[in-house]
């Protein structure tokens, strides 16, 4: 059933706290805020940064850019390389790509960080695409990510001869995979089940409450859904 899939990145691909929290930490230091506490900033890993600094600091929109920029002064140069990836993904998604599936990452990260990880840690040659947010601020709601996703998986499959648009036709045969709700709301706006995965960073019940399509527990599981309908 499933042709093409979608992946977010962070806490689901790879998990990327100690880069995440500790550059979030830093930002929030050259601001004159200090946070001893890194695991009160995991909530900071899925969403958008702007956002989460206006939200969990109260921070007004130009003071949350400015600690994004802040904390990209330190993720480009260590932060990104302070993650790993979750044990057996690499061995799945090569069963995913065996079984002929299209893969997608579709993060909101910004885009040139999603390559680099995805370089960094030998899995870029099993994504088809490869799409984040601008680092000026575009796509920068999971849905509009999700979505230019659709777009350039379409793009690279060409036209169909069924009278739909190759988008239309991959939305389908779609599904999102994600740890956040974010990743569940931004599918199902576009018509996508997701299957949301537990072992990342979501709170307890938030996939449940957000209704994710399947929930998987580790790695394993999740191959076993997506193979099961490949």
Known sequence: MFQYILFDLDGTLTDPKPGITGCVQYALHELGIEEPDLDRLEVFIGPPLVESFMEFYGMERRLADRAVEKYRERF????????ELYPGMKEMLAALKEAGCHLAVASSKPEPFVKRILEYFGIAEYFDVAVGSGLDGSLGQKEDVVREALRRLGEKEGA???GLSKEEEIR?????V?????????????????VGVSFGYAQPGELEKAEAWRIAEDVEMLGRILLEEA
Request: overall charge positive; glycine content about 16%.
């Open 76 to 83: 480009a140069v260590t932060g990104i390389y302070e993650n």
């Open 178 to 194: 994600g740890d956040r709700k974010y990743d569940v709301t931004g599918a199902r706006a576009l018509g996508l089940r997701c």
């Open 160 to 162: 169909t001869d069924g």
């Open 172 to 176: 389908r045969s779609a599904v999102m």
